[in-house]
């Protein structure tokens, strides 16, 4: 139990999902053989921020609507490249068109920085009240 000069310690599920988000970005170093792709830099910067936002909500959370900003545009981007799709083709694991790989991730980027929204919320309002 917490002492009443010290605030609860957050969830650990920040860090998990750092520790998934890190796994994604190392998945993206064969982008640029697999697909030929020469902004797979960009893709080990976006999963690596995110997950470093995941790690710093651990001890100092963003305010609230700097993830819920993050997740929007993560959203706007998934969208966006969701219509880069090519219907007629195999949406994951497309060796031509990786737009269906990009707008998934940027998909479950925006859901986990919408959650870690809520979980800065919650432990602002928590620290406020002690």
Same mark, same amino acid.
């Given at each position: 139990?917490? @002492?009443?000069?010290?605030?609860?310690?957050?969830?650990?599920?920040?860090?998990?999902?750092?520790?998934?988000?890190?796994? $994604?970005?190392?998945?993206? *170093?064969?982008?640029? #053989?697999?697909?030929?792709?020469?902004?797979?830099?960009?893709?080990?910067?976006?999963?690596?921020? /995110?997950? !470093?936002? @995941? $790690?710093?909500?651990?001890?100092?959370? $963003?305010?609230?609507? =700097?993830?819920?900003? +993050?997740? $929007?545009?993560?959203?706007?981007? +998934?969208?966006? &490249?969701? %219509?880069?799709? #090519?219907?007629?083709?195999?949406? *994951?694991?497309?060796? %031509?068109?990786?737009?269906?790989? #990009? +707008?998934?991730?940027?998909?479950?980027?925006?859901?986990? !920085?919408?959650?870690?929204?809520? /979980? =800065?919320?919650?432990? &602002?309002?928590? &620290?406020? @009240?002690?």
């Amino acid at each position: 139990m917490p @002492s009443p000069s010290r605030p609860a310690p957050p969830p650990l599920s920040p860090a998990i999902g750092g520790i998934v988000f890190i796994g $994604f970005a190392c998945l993206q *170093f064969n982008d640029l #053989e697999q697909y030929g792709s020469r902004g797979w830099y960009g893709w080990i910067l976006f999963y690596g921020l /995110v997950a !470093l936002a @995941s $790690f710093l909500s651990l001890w100092r959370p $963003f305010p609230p609507l =700097a993830y819920r900003l +993050a997740a $929007f545009g993560s959203l706007a981007g +998934a969208l966006f &490249r969701a %219509t880069q799709i #090519e219907p007629a083709k195999t949406v *994951f694991t497309n060796q %031509t068109n990786p737009a269906g790989n #990009e +707008a998934g991730g940027l998909l479950l980027a925006a859901l986990w !920085l919408a959650w870690l929204a809520g /979980v =800065a919320r919650k432990i &602002r309002r928590t &620290r406020v @009240s002690q």
